[in-house]
């Protein structure tokens, strides 16, 4: 009789530990750690992502977030908004045929296309255009803003 008591609380309580959301161990998804694999930092992505698949043959890949996500962007305070899938290729130093990061600049909404490090300068691209910043002002992964802000 004790023991099945105790197999019933321990089925209550190991759900309880491992779902804590906001322990700092658990801000670093597998996808972030890829990012600095491939020479980017962590702070090109939000705290919430749920999921993540790469093809390393082609370099496809697709994040899942747990939700859609603003954040704003370290250097110039833009805006920039994460759809819950986020797609494009990667390889060293490149993200190409980015798909679901906008940011807002020029009183209107971008796609960014394509993310690049060189050196230690990050320069995104929006279509033709591009602008330059120092990676290490993405050093912290961007929490949601709003009323997802809590994970
Ligand atoms: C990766 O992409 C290549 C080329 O499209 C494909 O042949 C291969 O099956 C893919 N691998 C996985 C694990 O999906």
């Known amino acids: 009789m004790a023991k099945s008591h105790l197999f019933m609380l321990s089925l209550i309580i190991i759900p309880l530990i491992s779902a804590s959301p906001n322990s700092p161990e658990q801000k670093l998804s597998v996808a972030h750690t890829e990012l600095t694999k491939y020479g980017f930092p962590i702070g090109l ?54 798909n679901g990061i906008n940011v807002k600049a020029f009183f209107r909404w971008w796609g960014i296309t394509g993310i690049k490090m060189s050196g230690k300068d990050l320069t995104f691209e929006v279509g033709v255009l591009s602008a330059k910043y120092p990676a290490d002002k993405f050093g912290d992964t961007p929490a949601c803003e709003g009323k997802h802000s809590s994970s």
């Open 45 to 98: 992505l939000p705290t919430n992502v749920k999921s993540y698949t790469i093809n390393t043959t082609t370099g496809d890949f697709s994040v899942l977030l747990k939700h859609k996500c603003r954040v704003t962007l370290p250097p110039d305070n833009y805006l920039a908004t994460y759809s819950s899938k986020i797609t494009g290729k990667i390889v060293e130093n490149k993200i190409a045929e980015l």
